[in-house]
């Protein structure tokens, strides 16, 4: 299953996703223009999980990822009423499913500290845990130290970086550095300071690498809540302005994909950025999405619905926002 998205301020709900089923470091500009990278997307129950039981059953699995999927329904809702061929610029990145999430394993830093982290299309900040820690649910990985990285810049709480999070969800420490607050859905939350630090990308299929400089993201020293071990943060998907997509809007052209590979496959999900997105193929549809508030969620318009032997065509919703450019998701 595949989504590719052509631009970022959009909304697009999916809370049943799990149901369906030596290398070489480059430059940015020169990784992009040799055709981009792709990525494992890793699901919570597979073998490459670091936290896969082999004792557990496939129907345990599916259980499992069904109350995930449900739970991940929840958060969203909630969250949703609180407000009304390869070719260039583009790169790959694997996903990994866990608590009803993928996680993508990344690196941040000079040199860099490999991070493994759920990917949500739900939620726009990035970010991981950080020492010194005042609160930080347990994790498998050594917390990330900023003072062991040469790239590491704290965000003026007066930038437009920080001002983007918004008054609710950012404030000032004594230095006037941007703090910032989070919650989800089912009350985990992260707190820390903002900042800027190189992001790098493996290929999972080729040895290169492709690199990001000054990428926002938050350095979490208080963070709890449903959060499994294996993952240290969120990577953050959605269509707010300091998701990693809309950061890297002006490189990847404002597109990504990710294909879902079913619970049973030993293949690994993949996330695509830039023109290698675009999904094609005899039998692909696509359909318009439409923007509402909050701009961080993806929304589709549902004009039917057949349940059993009865279908309804006429589906009362908010009315979206009209969009100027086209927004389509296959």
Not at 5 to 24: C, D, G, N, Q, V
Request: proline share 5%; glycine share 8%; hydrophobic share 30%.
């Amino acid at each position: 299953m595949a989504f590719y998205y052509e631009t970022l301020s959009l909304s697009l709900i999916l809370a049943t996703l799990l149901l369906l089923s030596s290398f070489t470091s480059f430059s940015l500009s020169e990784t992009i223009k040799n055709g981009g990278v792709t990525i494992d997307l890793i699901r919570r129950d597979s073998p490459l999980s670091p936290s896969y039981d082999p004792s557990i059953t496939r129907f345990e699995r599916l259980r499992s990822s069904f109350r995930r999927s449900m739970s991940r329904q929840s958060s969203l809702r909630s969250a949703s009423f609180k407000s009304a061929s390869k070719s260039p610029d583009s790169f790959e990145a694997t996903l990994t499913p866990i608590g009803g999430e993928y996680l993508i394993k990344f690196n941040i830093g000079t040199p860099p500290i490999e991070i493994l982290a759920i990917a949500d299309t739900g939620s726009d900040l990035t970010w991981t845990q950080c020492v010194p820690c005042t609160q930080c649910y347990k994790q498998n990985a050594p917390l990330f130290d900023p003072a062991k990285t040469s790239t590491y810049r704290s965000v003026s709480c007066t930038s437009q970086q920080c001002q983007s999070l918004g008054a609710e969800s950012s404030s000032c420490d004594k230095s006037n550095g941007c703090l910032y607050q989070v919650s989800y859905g089912d009350s985990s939350y992260s707190n820390g300071g903002l900042a800027v630090e190189t992001f790098t990308f493996d290929s999972s299929t080729s040895k290169e690498s492709v690199v990001f400089p000054k990428v926002v993201f938050g350095c979490g020293h208080n963070n709890d809540g449903t959060f499994n071990e294996t993952g240290s943060g969120i990577v953050g998907l959605g269509g707010g302005a300091v998701s990693i997509v809309r950061q890297l809007e002006t490189t990847i052209g404002g597109k990504f994909s990710y294909c879902l590979t079913t619970l049973d496959s030993e293949s690994s999900s993949k996330i695509s950025f830039g023109p290698n997105a675009i999904v094609t193929g005899p039998n692909g549809s696509s359909t318009p999405l439409v923007q509402k508030s909050p701009d961080t969620f993806y929304y589709l318009t549902l004009e039917v619905l057949v349940l059993g032997m009865r279908l309804w065509h006429t589906i009362t919703f908010p009315t979206p926002i009209p969009r100027h450019r086209s927004k389509k998701a296959t």
